[in-house]
């Protein structure tokens, strides 16, 4: 089946699941969604890039926090507004942070990475006043579109306007992306991500290059972040433990880092596959570990692999 058609029913499907699925699986689409947006942007640093970030946390947890003072200390309520100040927030971080970090590759890029990271998730920790330490900030429900949607529960928000609000930030998000991969900025990551010392000769700057993708990958983690606040109303430390940020890696792992809409579907079978392990064994994490490391073992390409493979017999049959 081709690509177009398969989006367009996954469209569809995306668009009437708040009316045909139940209440619960509607509210687990919800990060799924800011995961999503996230994804993406690791991807372009991950996938095209070729650069692993170990602490990729850190924005998602700026994004959360800015989009937490904005509503609850600075009156800010609007998502319109609090989306661009998580984006700024963590462009503003991420410049010094990547400027330092690209100068390194492999194991030690992806070391810098968790140590800033783990120095955020300190700080979020330990100055209480500032972010209310191990328990958090509140996030208080934004406004959408101009509207406090006042007469909503937080569950019909929640699965109503929330949800159409961030699906639509994925569906601009992965726009976005898309054109950035396939321009020639694109190109050149992909270039410098197979051969870097070639990429040089051929007059491109690598450590720039390698920098414009953690801008724009900081970025998308920030905007995820802020989504992802919304339907907990709490952000807390965790959000920015790197045990958090092994598990976005692992979701790319998972969906396969090769495709463009690898991540996405990494995200997607992550977050299922976990609250369906943890709703029926009582030592999910075992039962979960064991689960994922299996499906990396035998599809290395991840989930999107397995898919590439059914494909290739029948081209070949019909070649």
């Keep these: 089946m081709r690509t ?29 969604m800011a995961y999503g947006v996230v994804l993406l942007g690791l991807n ?26 904005l509503t609850t200390h600075l009156g800010v309520r609007h998502m319109e507004l609090i989306l661009p100040a998580a984006a700024l927030a963590a462009a503003v971080v991420a410049a010094p942070v990547g400027a330092l970090c690209v100068r390194y590759v492999k194991i030690y890029f992806g070391m810098l990475t968790l140590a800033f990271g783990m120095v955020f998730y300190t700080f979020l920790l330990k100055f209480y006043r500032l972010t209310g330490g191990d328990e958090g900030m509140r996030m208080l ?24 609000f961030s699906l639509a930030v994925l569906v601009l998000a992965t726009l976005l992306m898309w054109r950035i991969v396939r321009s020639p900025f694109g190109l050149c990551l992909k270039t410098i991500r197979d051969n870097p010392l070639k990429a040089e000769s051929l007059g491109v700057s690598v450590p720039r290059y390698r920098w414009y993708a953690f801008m724009i990958s900081a970025v998308y983690a920030g905007v995820g972040g802020a989504l992802l606040a919304t339907p907990t109303g709490n952000v807390d430390p965790t959000l920015a433990y790197w045990t958090h940020s092994g598990n976005i890696v692992f979701m790319v792992l998972l969906g396969g880092f090769s495709s463009f809409f690898g991540p996405l579907l990494g995200a997607f079978a992550f977050i299922f596959l976990q609250d369906t392990v943890m709703s029926v064994f009582p030592y999910w994490r075992l039962i979960f570990g064991a689960v994922l490391a299996f499906i990396v073992i035998f599809a290395p390409g991840g989930l999107m692999g397995l898919f590439a493979r059914r494909r290739r017999p029948v081209e070949v049959s019909r070649a």
């Design 141 to 164: 429900r934004p406004y959408l579109l101009g509207s406090e949607w006042s007469g909503f529960s937080k569950t019909a928000y929640l699965i109503g306007p929330y949800y159409y």
């Design 44 to 69: 372009l640093l991950f996938g095209y890039t070729g650069l692993v970030s170990f602490g990729h946390a850190l924005f998602i947890g700026i994004g959360a926090y800015t989009g937490a003072v």
């Design 4 to 32: 177009p058609v398969v989006l367009s029913l996954v469209g569809i499907a995306f668009l009437g699941l708040p009316v045909l699925a139940p209440t619960y699986y509607v509210t687990l689409m919800l990060p799924f």
